[in-house]
């Protein structure tokens, strides 16, 4: 015995039924269901409840945490520019190191990310467009910041002596990437804490290091320091002198 198939008629309504979801503003139409019929194999029709898709729920410090996290995935999809600490010197977060309009148009050759969740979106690219230095450093007080900064500074003063433009990322642009730029400034330019700290902001108001970080490049900067040490200043201040100004991060 041969199955002929189902009427005709049923695939033109499915067709239809397709069109009118496609084609119509349906979800403006939708309404909530509090009961679903069921029919099963042998024809029975029952009516059950549908409680619906329920949020699930989260404690005061979770709904806290999610909420600064969707900040923080906004302020990093809105800030997608890098932005010039000296020449041949940029910092930016996640936005800046994907917006190849703007590295391309800034001359950016070289890009150092310091984000290990975030990919070198322009590695594999045909053109070879840039070259990159991936550093696997978490924004941790007790994170080792200094294991990381001799590998930093040869990557961006070799860019820099052969003409190119290196920016410096991490997720943020706040706290990994701007102690890196401010170890670099402070290694090649002689400057103290408090001067690379200030000269970072001046391109990048939020660049904030976390407390560890901070703690890391006092050291590092009474070890390079070409001159004497910056009087009454220390890693809790800010590049103003004013402490209530900066909010150091964790």
């Known amino acids: 015995m041969v199955y002929p198939g189902p009427p005709r008629s049923l695939f033109k309504a ?28 042998a024809g029975g029709v029952r009516e059950e409840s549908w409680p619906g898709l329920q949020p699930p729920e ?19 999809k809105n ?10 010197l940029y910092i ?16 950016i050759t070289h890009i150092v990310n ?21 550093l696997p450093l978490f924004d941790d007080a007790d994170a080792d910041l200094l ?10 003063s070799a860019a820099r002596r052969c003409g190119g433009s290196v920016l410096v990322h991490c997720y943020a ?14 290694a090649s330019q002689g400057l103290g804490l408090m001067d690379a700290w200030a000269a970072t902001r001046r391109a990048r108001p939020c660049a904030q290091p976390n407390s560890g970080f901070l703690r890391q490049l006092a050291l590092y900067a009474k070890r390079t320091s070409r001159g004497p040490a910056e009087a009454g200043c220390s890693p809790g201040t800010s590049p103003s002198g004013s402490e209530s100004e900066l909010v150091l991060t964790q």
Not at 58 to 76: D, N, T
Not at 79 to 88: E, M
Not at 92 to 107: I, Q, T
Request: with cysteine; hydrophobic share 45%.
């Open 147 to 156: 294991a990381h900064v001799d590998a930093s500074n040869a990557f961006i």
């Open 92 to 107: 930016g977060g996640a936005g800046a190191a994907r917006n190849l309009k703007a590295l391309r148009k800034r001359g």
């Open 14 to 41: 499915q067709a239809a039924v397709l069109a009118e979801i496609k084609g119509g503003d349906w979800r403006t139409s939708l309404r909530r269901v509090d009961t679903v019929r069921t029919t099963d194999m």
């Open 79 to 88: 800030d997608c520019l890098p932005c010039r600490v000296a020449p041949g």
């Open 173 to 186: 642009g706040q706290s990994r990437s701007a102690a890196l730029v401010i170890a670099h400034l402070i």
């Open 58 to 76: 989260h404690s005061p410090e979770e709904q806290a945490a999610l909420a600064a996290l969707a900040a923080l995935r906004l302020r990093a």
């Open 114 to 134: 310091a984000a290990p969740s975030v990919p070198c979106h322009f590695k594999d690219n045909p053109e070879g467009c840039f070259a990159y230095l991936s």
